[in-house]
Each structure stands twice: as structure tokens, then as C-alpha cells.
């Protein structure tokens, strides 16, 4: 028996406001994304992408349409539900990080396990583990603001990881990152994916789409482009400083 895919977005729009101040966020968006799959989605400021996203990762409801995760109707479920399936299936990494300043790297990543009422060995081994999976197993011990911004980002994949969830949700991910630890949260990203880890990532970047197998373009709230892109030869090119003129 086939598995379902991860993602089952069917014929999906989103209308904010109504009459003259009315917005169509997105217009009939379908998208089936398999397991194991590395997609980034890229397009223009206001083209939907956000909305997308936001859909995506069950924060967002959509006008019309259905939504399936894993062969279940995001539509038909209740909060609590709902809650449940965001805690247990989806792992998200945002630009801004959002972790908790005062909490340690390894109290962070146990979070979305507490919330998931974990007992608190089996989430602590968890959470080393996935510290230890992005690097960071020697700070695991240091708050955020003792981190560099290419860590921070790292703590927050290893909390998006700790629950194994079946899709990895990142929004644009490097786009508060130099270029050295662009590389280092990409490279991490491209070895989950090899791992079998299903990837979904928000993108205007070029350079950082180049990692994804398949690019999907928006353009006012329409899909214009889904292409697979070639296998590259070996892992992609590490970024490199701009030189300056």
C-alpha cells in the first residue's frame, strides 16, 4: 500500500478582508510533497508564499481547498487536535530563531517535548541527541544570547528535530545569518534530507535554493513554476564571502 504524501494541499485559496479591501492571498494552490522530498518555495514579496507557509504549517486555515498531512484532513480536526498534529508532525525553523532568552540550548530543545508531555529523562536524552546531531553537544548548557546567531539557528532545528516530525518547515532559515553559518545550517539541512528528513523551505535566495531538489514559484498567490532540478555532483558548492569592490 502507497503511503500517503506528507503534504496534500488541494485546490487551496486564502481571502483576507471582504468588498473593495478584500486580499486573495492565494488563488487554487495545489501540492503533494512525497517523503523525503526537499522543497523550497520562493516568489516575490506578496506573492503568498508566507500565506503558504503559514497554511502549511496548520497556523493558518485556508478559505477554500483541503489540506492533508500525513492522509489527515487538516480541515476536520479540532484545536486541541489540531495542537496535537503541529506538536507531533511538524518540526518549524524560523528566520528570527524564537528561542526563549532565558532558558539553556537543551532546555529549548526539550520544549516541544514537555508541551508533548514526555517524561523528563526520555526528553532530555532526546534533546542531547539532537544537539549533538547539529553540532552543539559542548553548549548545550549556554543561553542564547552566548550563542552566535549561526547556533541560535542550529538550537533551533535540533527543537524542530527533537520530535520527529514527519515534515521539517523552515522559513527562510539563513536570511539572519553571515555566510559562513548560512553554510553551516544548510549543510546540516542537506544531511537531514539525506537522512531521509522531508524538508519544506520558504526562500528568496537563489544561492540557498540551489540545496533543494525541487523549486516551486509563486507569483500573486498562483503556483507559476514546480520543477525538479538536477542532481547535483556531490554536496553543492559552499557559499562564499562577497568580495568587496
Do not use: W
Not at 495545489?30 to 503559514?54: C, P, Q, R, W, Y
Not at 484545536?79 to 506538536?87: C, I, K, P, T, Y
Not at 508531555?117 to 526528553?123: F, H, L, N, S, T
Amino acid at each position: 500500500m502507497t503511503a500517503a504524501p506528507v503534504l496534500d494541499v488541494r485546490a487551496v485559496g486564502k481571502v483576507y478582508g471582504a468588498g473593495d479591501a478584500q486580499v486573495r492571498a492565494l488563488r487554487e494552490v495545489s501540492l503533494s510533497v512525497e517523503h523525503g522530498d526537499f522543497v523550497a518555495i520562493m516568489g516575490a514579496s506578496g506573492s503568498g508564499k508566507s500565506t503558504l507557509m503559514n497554511i502549511l504549517g496548520c497556523l493558518d486555515v485556508p478559505t477554500s481547498g483541503r489540506y492533508l498531512v500525513d492522509g489527515t484532513d487538516v480541515g476536520r480536526l479540532d484545536e486541541r487536535r489540531l495542537a496535537v498534529l503541529r506538536n507531533r508532525k511538524i518540526g518549524f525553523v524560523f528566520q528570527s530563531f524564537n528561542l526563549v532568552p532565558r532558558m539553556s540550548a537543551l532546555a529549548n530543545v526539550e520544549l516541544p517535548l514537555a508541551y508533548g508531555g514526555v517524561a523528563a529523562g526520555v526528553r532530555r536524552a532526546r534533546a542531547l541527541a539532537a544537539l549533538e546531531r547539529v553540532g552543539l553537544a559542548d553548549r548545550v548548557r549556554h543561553d542564547p544570547n552566548e550563542l552566535s546567531g549561526g547556533q541560535q539557528q542550529r538550537v533551533a532545528v535540533a527543537r524542530a528535530l527533537v520530535t520527529a516530525p514527519s515534515l521539517l518547515l523552515a522559513d527562510e532559515p539563513t536570511g539572519n545569518l553571515d555566510t559562513a553559518s548560512t553554510a553551516d545550517v544548510l549543510s546540516i539541512l542537506d544531511g537531514l534530507n539525506d537522512a531521509g528528513r522531508t524538508i519544506v523551505m520558504i526562500t528568496h535566495e537563489d544561492d540557498v535554493a540551489t540545496h533543494a531538489k525541487r523549486i516551486v514559484r509563486l507569483v500573486d498567490g498562483r503556483i507559476v513554476e514546480d520543477r525538479r532540478q538536477a542532481a547535483l555532483d556531490g554536496p553543492p558548492p559552499r557559499l562564499a564571502p562577497a568580495v568587496p569592490r
